[in-house]
C-alpha cells in the first residue's frame, strides 16, 4: 500500500528544486526500497565506497590543485566512515557486500563530461558531477527518512541526507573557484537537464539508490 500521499509529494518536488533537480524522485521508490532494505543498503555501501575512492583518484589527478587537496581530503574521510557504518548495518543483519555493481545513473552522467579544453574546465566536469550525484542522493536519502516504517532507518539516513547536502555545495563552490562563476552557472544548468533526462530513461528500481 502507498502510504505517501499529495502533500508529501509536493513537499518532495520543492525540495528537490532546492538541490536545483529538474525533477524530483517518485516518493512511491521508498515503498519499493524498503520491500527488500538489503538490496538497498547492499547499493548503498557501493556508493559510498565509490565517492570515497573517487575523491581519492581526484586528488591524485589534481594534486597540484591545492584547495582540492584541502578540501576533499577529508570528504574522502568521511565517505569511507559512512562506507563503514553501512557495512556495519550490514553486519547486524548478516547482510554480505557481495560483487560490485555498475551504476547506470553514474556511468551516464561521466558520459556527459567535456573532456577537452583547459585542466580547469577538465575539473570542474568532475566537480559538477560529484555535485550531481551528491543531491540526487541527499534528495533520495531524504525520502528514506521522512518516509520509511522503521523509526530507525529514517534515523539512519537522516544523518546521510544532511552530510551529502553538505558535499554538494562543498563541490559547487569548489568548481567556482577554477572557473569564472558564469560559465559554471551554465554548465550547472546542463548537467541539471541531462540529468533529468538520464531519470526518465531508468526504472524506478527499489534496489537501487541512483
Same mark, same amino acid.
Given at each position: ?19 536545483? *533537480? ?12 524498503? /520491500? ?21 583518484? *581526484? ?19 568521511? !565517505?569511507?566512515?559512512?562506507?563503514? /557504518?553501512?557495512?556495519? !548495518?550490514?553486519? /547486524? &543483519? ?14 551516464? *552522467? ?21 555535485? *550531481?550525484? !551528491?543531491? $540526487?542522493?541527499?534528495? &533520495?536519502? $531524504? ?10 532507518? $529514517? ?12 558535499? +554538494? ?7 567556482? /573557484? +577554477? ?7 551554465? $554548465? ?23
Amino acid at each position: 500500500m502507498i502510504r505517501l500521499i499529495d502533500k508529501n509529494r509536493s513537499i518532495s518536488i520543492t525540495f528537490a528544486i532546492m538541490l536545483g *533537480l529538474q525533477l524530483s524522485t517518485d516518493p512511491r521508490w521508498v515503498n519499493i526500497a524498503e /520491500k527488500s532494505i538489503s538490496e538497498i543498503l547492499i547499493d548503498h555501501a557501493f556508493c559510498e565506497q565509490k565517492a570515497a575512492t573517487s575523491g581519492i583518484a *581526484l586528488i591524485v589527478k589534481f594534486s597540484d590543485f591545492e584547495q582540492v587537496v584541502k578540501e576533499v581530503t577529508p570528504l574522502v574521510a568521511e !565517505e569511507w566512515g559512512h562506507f563503514r /557504518k553501512v557495512m556495519k !548495518e550490514m553486519e /547486524k &543483519r548478516d547482510i554480505k557486500l557481495g560483487p560490485a555493481r555498475k551504476d547506470q545513473y553514474v556511468v551516464a *552522467l561521466n558520459a556527459f563530461q567535456n573532456k577537452g579544453g583547459s585542466r580547469n574546465a577538465y575539473l570542474v566536469e568532475k566537480l559538477l558531477t560529484f555535485a *550531481l550525484i !551528491e543531491a $540526487r542522493s541527499c534528495e &533520495r536519502f $531524504r525520502l528514506l527518512s521522512l518516509n520509511m516504517e522503521d523509526e530507525y532507518m $529514517r534515523n539512519f539516513y537522516h544523518e546521510f541526507m544532511v552530510s551529502e547536502a553538505g558535499h +554538494y555545495r562543498m563541490f559547487i563552490e569548489l568548481a567556482r /573557484k +577554477y572557473m569564472p562563476p558564469e560559465y559554471v552557472k551554465k $554548465r550547472w544548468s546542463e548537467y541539471l537537464e541531462h540529468e533529468s533526462e538520464i531519470l526518465r530513461s531508468l526504472e524506478l528500481r527499489g534496489d537501487r539508490i541512483h
